[in-house]
C-alpha cells in the first residue's frame, strides 16, 4: 500500500523524516507507516510539510522521482534545500513560502525545467537566486 501512496502530509514531523503517520486523502484512511524512510515511497506524487519545523530536508528527497507538489509553506525553520532538489524532474509546484530563514537555493533547481509554480513569498533571508533558474522556461507563478 505505502509504494502506490498518492499524497503525505504531516503535521510537526519534527526533526526525523522517518515518517511514523501518514493521511491518505483519497479514501480518507489514515494509515501507520511505521518509520519507514522518506525515499521508500517512490510512487508519492504529493509531499505536504506545511508548517514542518524542520531545518533542512534529506538528501533522500531526490529519490521521490513521481513527486508533482512539494508544499514547505510556513517551515519557518528550513535554513537549506538538498542539491537532490534537481532530481524531481516530474515537480510542477514547490511553495517555499514564509520559509523565513532560508538562505539559499540550490544550484540544481534550475534542472526542474517542467516546474510551473514556484513561491518565494517572504523568504526574507533569501538574497540570491541561482543563475540556473533561466533554465525554467515553464515558469508560471
Partial sequence: ?????????????????QLDE??????GVQVNLGCKPLGSLAHLQVLDLTESIRTSLPQSLGQLTRLQRLYLHGCYKLKALPESLGQLMGLKVLDLGLCKQLKALPQSLGQLIGLQ????????QLKALPESLGQMKGLQQ
Fill in 22 to 27: 501518514l493521511i491518505w486523502l483519497q479514501s
Fill in 1 to 17: 500500500w505505502a509504494r502506490h501512496l498518492y499524497r503525505l502530509m504531516t503535521s510537526c514531523c519534527g526533526q526525523s523524516l
Fill in 117 to 124: 509554480q514556484l513561491n518565494l513569498l517572504y523568504c526574507e
